[in-house]
């Protein structure tokens, strides 16, 4: 049985569009077995000062390193234990939701998650899948470079190791409810005929 790890950070509950593709994924894959992290309502603290060294960064021991140190290990035991990995992407300001960023920040562990090298960086999180289910009220060409979401949502997948990614897109979700609802069911076919 195939494991699944969704991780969404849509602030829109049951009105978000990426929580919809990944829905649309999961309904395609009844037999899977799903750990779910909503960062929405379940948030990853933003690193600070009293949990700098509890995630692996050299710091000062802070008052909240115990607590840091476990839910680390929570979510990077997750990771490691999933095949698919399935990113709810909804993009803002152009970049990706903070608490997505704050979810990376606790998974990239030096020693665990990548590791340095004499050639460089290496990812240790080998052989899993990512599918990016990205939503955004514009409408952009990815192989820009612009918005920044998708890069560097992909650039952390792939620097822990996660280099098998597909991305599907539901765009221009602000040009008028007919055109988003297109785009939304054309993403949700797309995503839920996946393997
Ligand atoms: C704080 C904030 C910033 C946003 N910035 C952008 C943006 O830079 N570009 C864009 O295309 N859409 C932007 N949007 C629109 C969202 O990407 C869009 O509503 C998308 O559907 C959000 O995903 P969700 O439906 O899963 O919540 C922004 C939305 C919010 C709430």
Redesign the pocket.
């Known amino acids: 049985m195939s494991k699944i790890l969704v991780i969404r950070s849509?602030?829109?509950g049951e009105?978000?569009?990426?929580?919809a593709l990944i829905d649309a994924y999961l309904a395609a894959h009844p037999e899977a077995s799903v750990t779910e992290r909503d960062l929405d309502t379940n948030p990853v603290p933003h690193v600070s000062s009293a949990s700098l060294a509890g995630i692996g960064r050299q710091a000062p021991e802070g008052a909240e390193f115990a607590a840091t140190r476990a839910l680390q290990d929570a979510l990077i035991a997750e990771v490691f234990d999933a095949d698919v990995i399935v990113i709810?992407l909804?993009?803002?300001?152009?970049g990706m939701p903070s608490t997505l960023k704050a979810w990376f920040d606790y998974v990239a562990r030096a020693g665990t998650t990548f590791q340095y090298t004499a050639e460089g960086p290496e990812g240790l999180v080998k052989g899993k899948r990512a599918i990016i289910a990205q939503?955004?009220?514009?409408k952009y060409d990815d192989a820009s470079g612009f918005?920044y979401a998708l890069p560097h949502t992909k650039g952390l997948l792939g620097f822990v190791g996660v280099t098998d990614v597909t991305v599907v897109t539901a765009e221009g979700?602000a040009f008028g409810p007919e055109a988003a609802a297109t785009a939304i069911a054309d993403a949700k076919a797309e995503i839920a005929a996946l393997a």
Do not use: E, I
């Not at 909804?90 to 152009?94: A, H, I, K, L």
């Open positions: 849509a602030a829109t009105a978000s569009v990426s929580n709810g909804p993009v803002y300001n152009f939503a955004r009220a514009g918005p979700m």
